[in-house]
Each structure stands twice: as C-alpha cells, then as structure tokens.
C-alpha cells in the first residue's frame, strides 16, 4: 500500500481537460514539495512537475500541478491520445530517514 | 545529454546475490546524488534507496524492504553506481531503475533523469 493515495484511473475524451489528485498527510506532502512523472507504457517515467507546480522545460503547459494542505493535483488540459499513460506523484515522507515515497499510479484513459 | 544506462540484471534463485550497475553520461557524476527506484510487473513505483554524493561521503539510505540486504556504492571516477542485492526474495522481482535525485532535505525533491531501467526476475 502506498503512502500517497491516487485514484487507480480517470478518463476523458481527446481535448478534455481531467485532474488527477494525490492525496497525503501532514508528514509527506504537508510539509514537503510534490512532483509528477509520466509513464508512457513499455517506457521509464519521466519528470513532468517538480516543486509543486514547475514545469520541466519541455513539457507543454497544458499540463500543471497545484497543492493545496496534504493533497496535490496533476491538471492536463487539451487531452491527447498521446497522454494516456501511467502518473506518478512523489514527495518525501518526514518521518522515514530521507524517505522517498509515491502514490499507487493512476492510469489515464483517453477514450 | 544526460543518460543514465543499467545494467546486469536478469534471472536468479531466491537466496543469490547480484549486482547491478548504472552508467552516467553527460553530466559530472559526482555531483549528484544518485537513487534507486524500482517496479514490480504491473506494479507502482517504489524507492529503493539512495547513495549522497562522495563529498558527503557517499553515506546510503535505504527502505525498510531492503535495508541490510541490498548496498548502494559509486565510482565517480567511472561514472558508474551500483547496487549490491543480496539474500534475494521473489518479491524483489522489478524493473530496477537508476534515478538522479535532487533534494534538499525538507524542501524540495525530484528524480529529473531515469535510466531505461534493468530487470531482476528471482524465481527458482
């Protein structure tokens, strides 16, 4: 069971725009910064947001990232069959020696 | 460009040892910390652990799963980390991927760079 909770899936039509949340508690996402990674499938994740809401250069701004407390969001607007993948979200965990944790994945359906 | 390559994964019994390494290339090595992140079949992410840089004396972190069975070194006169696995389970079946860690410890954190990842399949 992951420390981070995701929801397992969302979808949404070509040019929607879904949120995906990330919900924590206030010795993880709380009291430290959040990023997202994409996995496309069959491939590595890869950085989409770091710092809460910074975009990696290279990445379209239709993807952002929010936090709000102990919960943070992955926004992707304009969808596009190329985003459906796996997304990540990751954080430290302040009561784990340097703990790095992630949530449970969350597959995005582009229908 | 920034690649990160592993390597000498494979198949092995429940109890062996292996050792994987990970190739850095285009950028100075040794001023990163380096982490491992792995991912059972159809499974999420999780953090294996990390070594700091050699300046700090490339002092280890690991997760409980596998601390005191898996050791973390580098040589960043080669590039190159490893990851010592030993008394292997069938639970450490996963895609192992070599990750460049930024962090500042209660601040900010984020694996910018990920190799393509090795697979370590343990079954008898």
């Known amino acids: 069971q992951s420390v981070l909770t995701q929801p397992p899936s969302v979808s949404a039509a070509p040019g929607e725009k879904v949120t995906i949340s990330c919900s924590g508690s206030?010795?993880?996402?709380?009291?430290?910064?959040v990023s997202w990674y994409q996995q496309l499938p069959g491939t590595a994740p890869k950085l989409l947001i770091y710092?809460?809401?910074k975009r990696l250069s290279g990445i379209p701004d239709r993807f952002s990232g929010s936090k709000s407390g102990t919960s943070a969001t992955l926004d992707i607007t304009g969808l596009q069959t190329g985003d459906e993948a796996d997304y990540y979200c990751g954080t430290w965990e302040s009561s784990l020696s340097a703990g790095r944790v992630f949530g449970g994945g969350t597959k995005l359906i582009v229908l | 460009e920034v690649q990160l390559v592993e390597s000498g994964g494979g198949l092995i019994q429940p109890g062996r040892s292996l050792r994987l390494s990970c190739s850095g290339s285009g950028f100075s090595f040794g001023d990163y910390k380096m982490s491992w992140v792995r991912q059972a079949p159809g499974r999420g992410l999780e953090w294996v652990g990390f070594i700091r840089r050699t300046v700090y004396g490339a002092t280890t972190e690991y997760a409980a799963s596998v601390k005191g069975r898996f050791t973390f070194s580098r040589d960043d006169s080669k590039s190159i980390a490893y990851l010592q696995m030993n008394s292997l389970k069938t639970e450490d079946t996963a895609v192992y991927y070599c990750?460049?860690?930024?962090?500042?410890?209660?601040?900010?954190?984020?694996?910018?760079?990920w190799g393509l990842g090795t697979l370590v399949t343990v079954s008898s």
């Open positions: 710092e809460n809401n």
């Open positions: 990750v460049r860690d930024i962090s500042v410890p209660g601040d900010f954190l984020y694996f910018d760079y």
């Open positions: 206030s010795s993880d996402i709380g009291k430290n910064h």
